[in-house]
């Protein structure tokens, strides 16, 4: 069955780094193209970024251009979402979905 | 930039027709999806491209749009179908994508 699952939370300090990773299985990774959505504690959904199924073509929601970057590597059916000079606002659960499947998300939490 | 308007909250008694809708200038050419969250869980689609039903999906789940506005209905709702839903959509360039605010929909 379709799986995605995302790894890589935790808790960071203000103006730090983290990578996110998203494992993907059984259905075919390179034909997607795949989102990142996050949701703040007790908030509405949120979209990140997107990157198109050959990874050429990514877009940025305007809260996180420049800071995040998203990526995928199609022969490890994997997806990633660097974030650098992270926020308190950047809290939240972080996940991926190719649009009709999400994992079941990672806790990013921004915090000194 | 884009936005996407949902009513806060919608509230029915159970088997009355639920309907939440969704406004947005760029729906009139891109389509709508629907997702369904329940506390502490993963978002669930329920509506993709306007009205396409997954299989998974009960039939008292349906979806249209018309114009700027799309509208996720169900028909007979039932006490498990409590939950906040989301509209799902992209601006008119196709390369930024948005959600709703999110509705929650009471069933008692």
């Known amino acids: 069955q379709v799986q995605l699952v995302e790894s890589g939370g935790g808790v960071v300090q203000p103006g730090r780094s983290l990578r996110l990773s998203c494992a993907a299985s059984?259905?075919?990774?390179?034909?997607?193209?795949i989102h990142w959505v996050r949701q703040a504690p007790g908030k509405g959904l949120e979209w990140v970024a997107v990157i198109s199924y050959d990874g050429n073509n990514k877009y940025y929601a305007d809260s996180v251009k420049g800071r995040f970057t998203i990526s995928r590597d199609n022969s490890k059916n994997t997806l990633y979402l660097q974030m650098n000079s992270l926020r308190a606002e950047d809290t939240a659960m972080y996940y991926c979905a190719n649009g009709a499947y999400w994992g079941q998300g990672t806790l990013v939490t921004v915090s000194s | 930039s884009y936005e996407l308007t949902q009513p806060p909250s919608v509230s029915v008694s159970p088997g009355q027709t639920a309907r939440i809708t969704c406004s947005g200038d760029?729906?009139?050419?891109?389509?709508a999806y629907w997702y369904q969250q329940k506390s502490g869980q993963a978002p669930v689609l329920v509506i993709y491209?306007?009205?396409k039903r997954p299989s998974e999906i009960p039939e008292r789940f349906s979806g249209s749009s018309s114009g700027t506005l799309a509208t996720l209905t169900i028909s007979g709702a039932q006490v498990e179908d409590e939950a906040d839903y989301y509209c799902?959509?992209?601006?008119?360039?196709?390369?930024?994508?948005?959600f709703g605010g999110g509705t929650k929909l009471t069933v008692l």
């Open positions: 799902y959509s992209t601006d008119s360039s196709g390369t930024h994508w948005v």
């Open positions: 491209e306007d009205s």
């Open positions: 059984g259905f075919t990774f390179s034909n997607f193209s």
């Open positions: 760029a729906l009139a050419k891109k389509y």
